[in-house]
C-alpha cells in the first residue's frame, strides 16, 4: 500500500511536469473598460478623523502572455485619478470645526499589475481563471487642493488577487469579465503649515508635517474584448 500512495504520488508530479512543459505559445491582448472602486481606511495623525478616496472609471489594456497549457501571465497597464478628502476630522486647534472634512485634491495612480493565472479547462467557449501577482502603484501629479500647502504619497508594492472569465466568440475575438483585489497601504505626508494660527505659532512643525497611513484596497471591476494571436 505504501508502494502504491508513493507511486501515484510520483504519477501526479510526473502530469504536473508534463502540463507545464507543454507549450502553448499564445499571446492575447485585451481592451477592457475598468472601474477602480477603493475600499479606504486611514489612520492620520494629529488632526484624526477619515478618508475618502472617489471610484474611478478608465479604459486599460493588458497582454496575457499563455507560458503552458492552463497557465499564463498577465501584464495590466492603466492610470487613474482619484479624489481624496479627509473626513471628520479634528481642527479646533486651528479655529475650526471638531468634524470638518478637508480637501486634499487630486492625485494619479500608476498601478502596473502582474498576475500569474491559472485557465481552469472546461472545453468549451467558456474560459474562467483565477490569479494572482504583485502590483506596484506610482502616485504622480498630486494636486494639493484649496487648504493645505503640500501633500505626498509613497509609492508601494502590494498583493493582488483576481479572478473572471473569457467567452469565445470566434476562434480569435472573445469577450472578458475580470474582478481583480489590489491590497494597497501607503503613507501620506501633509503639510498644513499655511494654516498654523498667528497666535500659536508653536503649531507650526505639527501641522508640517502630517501623516496617515492610508489603506486604499481597490476592487477592479472591468469588461472588454480580447484578441488571441496564436
Known amino acids: ?10 504519477l501526479l508530479l510526473l502530469q504536473g511536469v508534463t502540463a507545464l512543459a507543454q507549450q502553448k505559445n499564445e499571446w492575447d491582448i485585451r481592451v477592457r473598460a475598468i472601474g477602480v472602486l477603493p475600499q479606504e481606511s486611514a489612520t492620520i495623525g494629529v488632526i484624526g478623523g477619515g478618508v475618502n478616496i472617489n471610484n474611478s ?39 475650526a470645526g471638531a468634524a470638518v472634512d478637508v480637501n486634499l485634491g487630486h492625485v494619479w ?76 497601504n501607503t503613507q501620506a505626508t501633509v503639510d498644513a503649515s499655511n494654516l498654523t494660527p498667528a497666535n500659536n505659532q508653536a503649531l507650526r512643525p505639527v501641522l508640517q508635517n502630517i501623516n496617515a497611513d492610508v489603506k486604499i484596497r481597490p476592487w477592479v471591476v472591468g469588461i472588454g474584448v480580447g484578441y488571441r494571436f496564436r
Request: aromatic share 16%; charged share 15%; hydrophobic share 40%.
Open 1 to 10: 500500500m505504501k508502494k502504491f500512495k508513493l507511486f501515484a504520488v510520483a
Open 57 to 95: 472609471y478608465v479604459p486599460e489594456l493588458d497582454f496575457t502572455y499563455y507560458f503552458a497549457n492552463n497557465f499564463s501571465a498577465e501584464l495590466i497597464l492603466a492610470t487613474t485619478r482619484h479624489k481624496v478628502s479627509t473626513t471628520a476630522s479634528n481642527l479646533t486647534p486651528i479655529g
Open 109 to 184: 495612480l500608476l498601478p502596473p499589475t502582474l498576475t500569474l493565472q491559472y485557465h481552469l479547462p472546461t472545453g468549451t467557449g467558456f474560459k474562467p481563471y483565477i490569479g494572482a501577482g504583485a502590483n506596484y502603484t506610482i502616485f504622480y501629479s498630486a494636486d494639493k487642493g484649496p487648504v493645505v500647502q503640500g501633500i505626498s504619497y509613497k509609492n508601494k508594492f502590494a498583493f493582488a488577487s483576481q479572478v473572471g472569465f473569457d467567452y469565445d466568440l470566434s476562434k480569435t475575438v472573445f469577450l472578458n469579465i475580470d474582478v481583480k483585489k489590489i491590497f494597497l
